[in-house]
Every structure is written in structure tokens, then in C-alpha cells.
């Protein structure tokens, strides 16, 4: 089984030490060349990466990479069997990120593996989009759905409706199905791309498409019906709890005052 994990990176990080980890420098153009593979060869959008997040790796590996898996985790971020007590008192996270046999043993019976979904239990999916980001964009998704994919516009409004995401796009699975998303996805984000106006984002909002992307991978997966394998996720870095509400609580403040704008 010929098996690639990508793994997003824009810094230098300790590389997992097993061939099917492919780290991959997204938004490489331009920038200082880190030694690895970047999303700036072949066919590629990296100049989009402040747009489109680790969807530049993506759509790198759509068009450029051959090979029968293929799954995207972050630099930081990797998909373990675990369970969080052995994952919080392990001193090597690193021995225990899933390896090739987890991988193939897991597809024999699963379509495709994906973090643990996140709850949003005080609001809906479309809610947490709307007061963290702008509404109008979202609509225009639906929009866009509605004309060029309308197959898809009930899964769209059920997971808009319902209050649990697969978050960060990471995923592994056959490459097969990997390209008929691509295909799905890129078709509506630079659809979008062409209607909107982001020329008075901040840094953070600019980041559209990324999350977008996050949002609509799950319409995808709703509507093929996939066999599901959830994963814990081991984060690398510690995370600040308290920088991290303080974020989330300025980001919901700032979407009030940029709402009144547009």
C-alpha cells in the first residue's frame, strides 16, 4: 500500500520518522527554502496560501502527487489510536502517531479516517461561521452550491443545522476519493473566489477559503456516505487555554464591529 501523509508545515519541525510522512512547506513561494517539498512546483495556487490556509497543499498534491492513500496532517497536529490519558503522559508523542499498518489495517474496514468531531453545544455550525466570521461569505457558498451542486444543498444545510465539525481538514483515504473532493472543492472556492471582496480583511479573516474549506470537507463526507474512523489528535505544541479564549472571545467582540461595515 502506497500510503502518503502530508504533513503542513510553513517552519522547521521534527519530521516523523517513517517514510510516509511527507512534510510539505505550503505557502512556499517566496519564502525561505526549509529543505522540504514545496506547494510552489507543478501546477499550483502556494501564492493563495494567506487565502487558503493548507489548501495549497492540497491542491499541490491533487495535481502533482501519485499515489493509492494520501492524508494531510499539520506540523503540529497528528492522528493518533491513543486514548488522551496514554496520549498526556507519553514523554515521545511521536512514537505514537499512527503508523502504515494502523493506516491499513483501519481502511480495510473504513472509507476514511478523521479527527474526533468537535461540539459547538451553545450554537449551530452556521452560527459559530456567522459570529466568527462574515455571514455574507457563507451565503454565497450556498449560493454557489445551490446553482453548481444542488445534490448537495441538503447535506450543506444539515451540517450548517447541527452542531459538530471535523475540524482542521486532515484526513486520510484512497487517493481516489481525495480527488473527487479536490475536484468538488476547488470548483466551489474558486467560484467564491471570483464573487467576493476580501481586500478589507484582516490578516485573520483573510484566511477565508481555509475555513471555508473546513466547513464544506464535512458536506462532502455527508453526502458519499463514508464509513467513518475517528481519531484522537496529538498536538505537539502546549496549548495556552487562556490566550486561546481570550482569542476566541476578541475574534466574537471584532465580528460585531466588522458586521456593522459590510
Given amino acids: 500500500m502506497n500510503v502518503k501523509i502530508l504533513v503542513a508545515t510553513h517552519k522547521k519541525y521534527n519530521i516523523p520518522n517513517n517514510d510516509i510522512y511527507m512534510p510539505l512547506h505550503v505557502g512556499k513561494e517566496g519564502k525561505e527554502d526549509l529543505g522540504y517539498v514545496g506547494d510552489n512546483t507543478g501546477d499550483n495556487i502556494s501564492d493563495k496560501n494567506p487565502y487558503f490556509c493548507e489548501l495549497t497543499g492540497l491542491y499541490w498534491a ?37 503508523k502504515s499498518n494502523d493506516i491499513y489495517n483501519i481502511l480495510k474496514s473504513y472509507d ?44 450543506f444545510n ?30 466551489i472556492l474558486f467560484e467564491v473566489e471570483k464573487r467576493i471582496d476580501i481586500s478589507q480583511y484582516d490578516v485573520y479573516q483573510s484566511r477565508i477559503y481555509g475555513f471555508l474549506g473546513e466547513r464544506l470537507f464535512n458536506v462532502w463526507i455527508n453526502n458519499k456516505k463514508l464509513k467513518i474512523y475517528e481519531c484522537n489528535i496529538i498536538n505537539i505544541e502546549k496549548i495556552n487555554w487562556i490566550k486561546k479564549i481570550v482569542k476566541f472571545l476578541k475574534n466574537k467582540i471584532e465580528m460585531k464591529l466588522w458586521g456593522k461595515k459590510f
Avoid at 461561521?129 to 447535506?155: G, R
Fill in 112 to 155: 476514511i479516517i478523521l479527527p474526533k468531531k468537535r461540539n459547538y453545544c451553545i450554537e449551530t455550525v452556521y452560527d459559530h461561521y456567522k459570529h466568527s466570521h462574515f455571514e455574507k461569505d457563507m451565503l454565497e457558498v450556498k449560493n454557489i452550491i445551490n446553482e453548481k451542486y444542488p445534490q448537495y444543498i441538503d447535506n
Fill in 158 to 187: 444539515k451540517v450548517m443545522n447541527g452542531k459538530n465539525l471535523h475540524l482542521f481538514n486532515m484526513f486520510i483515504c484512497k487517493k481516489e476519493y481525495f480527488d473527487e473532493y479536490c475536484s468538488w472543492i476547488f470548483g
Fill in 62 to 98: 491533487w495535481k502533482n502527487l501519485k499515489c493509492n492513500y494520501i492524508g494531510l496532517v499539520h506540523y503540529r497536529r497528528h492522528f493518533s489510536n491513543s486514548n488522551y490519558f496514554t496520549i498526556y503522559f507519553s514523554k515521545n508523542k511521536y512514537n505514537l502517531f499512527l
